[in-house]
């Protein structure tokens, strides 16, 4: 699981996208927005928190990608 870490940088990164993203849902309404708008500030969030990324867990699992040593 170590080779799916984040650096402090990019954990930072992605919780402030994350907190774009949930302003713009909270400006435009929570009834209104698609549930689908949720799923990208929650794994940025999770992200952030934890310093796993899912995002990067699945684009190495789709084209295949060995982490770096």
Do not use: Q
């Not at 954990?11 to 400006?27: A, P």
């Not at 929570?30 to 796993?52: D, E, Q």
């Amino acid at each position: 699981m170590h080779e799916y870490l984040i650096n402090r940088s990019m954990r930072l990164f992605v919780f402030l996208v994350g907190s774009v993203i949930w302003l713009g849902i909270w400006l435009t309404g929570f009834t209104t927005v698609h549930w689908l708008l949720y799923f990208p500030p929650i794994f940025f969030y999770f992200a952030a928190i934890t310093g796993i990324c899912p995002g990067m867990i699945i684009s190495r699992l789709i084209l295949g990608d060995k982490p770096h040593k």
